[in-house]
């Protein structure tokens, strides 16, 4: 989850776990985060992955999965949140979006080998990135992809520039949802179940400032992806009513929320 002007929503770590068979079965990295740090593997080959994400510091923390291409370092891709802006040389596969303390999250994706940014970039209370703060560090895929695809799903969304496209529509119970981003800008989602009266707009003022009790409680979504990455997150939705965000910046500074990239949903 993220403020307005920067984007933002398993007991072991730093482990893998599992292994792949002829990309049918997703190799397993379980990251712990912490305030501000994760423990994570330097290094994991590439093809299938589900990362799993087990958040044990007080504030909401996510894990974002950047490509570093061109030559660009980690600390050239923090340079360049830090003035506000995504580069574009960076190329943003997803992860699993906020999870609250000692909550749970996780996500399906299909990793190519290469240098990766691991970076949280929720803000504090202040407005500072977590990735300001420490809350970065680099991971190397190794080997080859081969094959390797998403397995099958019971939905997809496509991100557009500003709307959530679901194939059809969300239903009680567990469910793995395809995320596609078809815009030219990196976008995410924050799914959330709003509490009794409350609207999506309720959320979005409390994520910015992180000040009261929240009006929803976090049940999943997918980090920033890039214009053609696709990844899988889970939902598992009882009955309620359920806000989408993307809390990306666009070029003109505004969130992506500000320019509709924000729904209501509800699941009977």
Same mark, same amino acid.
């Given at each position: 989850m993220?403020?307005?002007?920067?984007?933002?929503?398993?007991?072991?770590?730093?482990?893998?776990?599992?292994?792949?068979?002829r990309? %049918?079965?997703?190799?397993?990295?379980?990251?712990?985060?912490?305030?501000?740090s994760?423990?994570?593997p330097d290094? $994991?080959?590439?093809?299938?992955?589900?990362?799993?994400?087990?958040? *044990?510091?007080?504030?909401?923390?996510?894990?974002w999965?950047?490509?570093?291409?061109?030559?660009?370092?980690?600390?050239?891709?923090?340079?360049?949140?830090?003035q506000?802006? =995504?580069?574009?040389?960076?190329?943003?596969?997803?992860? #699993?979006?906020?999870? =609250?303390?000692?909550?749970?999250?996780?996500?399906?994706?299909?990793?190519?080998?290469g240098?990766?940014?691991?970076?949280?970039? $929720? #803000?504090?209370?202040?407005?500072?990135?977590?990735?300001?703060?420490?809350?970065?560090? +680099?991971?190397?895929?190794?080997?080859? %992809?081969?094959?390797?695809?998403?397995?099958?799903? !019971?939905?997809e969304? +496509? *991100?557009?520039?500003? !709307?959530?496209?679901? %194939?059809?529509?969300?239903?009680?119970?567990?469910?793995?949802?395809?995320?596609?981003?078809?815009?030219?800008?990196?976008?995410?989602?924050v799914v959330?179940r709003?509490?009794?009266?409350?609207?999506?707009?309720?959320?979005?003022?409390?994520?910015?400032?992180?000040?009261?009790?929240?009006p929803?409680?976090?049940?999943?979504?997918?980090?920033?992806?890039?214009?053609?990455?696709?990844?899988?997150?889970?939902?598992? *939705?009882? #009955?309620?009513?359920y806000?989408?965000?993307?809390?990306?910046?666009?070029?003109?500074?505004? %969130?992506?929320?500000?320019?509709?990239?924000?729904?209501?949903?509800?699941?009977?």
């Amino acid at each position: 989850m993220k403020r307005a002007v920067l984007a933002v929503p398993a007991l072991l770590s730093g482990f893998v776990l599992g292994s792949c068979s002829r990309g %049918a079965t997703p190799r397993e990295v379980v990251i712990t985060s912490r305030d501000f740090s994760f423990d994570a593997p330097d290094s $994991i080959p590439a093809g299938l992955v589900t990362i799993r994400l087990h958040n *044990l510091g007080p504030d909401l923390h996510h894990v974002w999965l950047v490509r570093l291409e061109e030559g660009k370092t980690l600390q050239d891709f923090g340079a360049a949140i830090q003035q506000g802006s =995504i580069p574009a040389w960076a190329v943003h596969v997803g992860g #699993p979006n906020a999870a =609250i303390p000692n909550g749970e999250n996780h996500a399906t994706m299909v990793l190519q080998p290469g240098n990766y940014g691991l970076l949280c970039v $929720i #803000p504090d209370t202040a407005g500072m990135p977590h990735a300001m703060k420490g809350m970065m560090r +680099t991971i190397t895929v190794t080997g080859t %992809a081969g094959s390797a695809a998403l397995p099958a799903s !019971d939905n997809e969304l +496509t *991100l557009k520039d500003y !709307d959530f496209g679901f %194939a059809k529509p969300l239903h009680k119970g567990s469910q793995v949802i395809r995320v596609t981003n078809q815009a030219d800008q990196v976008h995410e989602i924050v799914v959330v179940r709003l509490l009794e009266g409350k609207k999506p707009e309720d959320f979005v003022a409390w994520a910015v400032k992180r000040q009261g009790p929240p009006p929803a409680e976090l049940v999943g979504g997918m980090s920033g992806i890039s214009k053609g990455q696709a990844s899988e997150m889970s939902l598992d *939705l009882i #009955p309620g009513n359920y806000a989408m965000v993307c809390f990306l910046p666009a070029a003109d500074g505004k %969130a992506h929320f500000e320019h509709g990239m924000m729904k209501e949903v509800r699941i009977d």
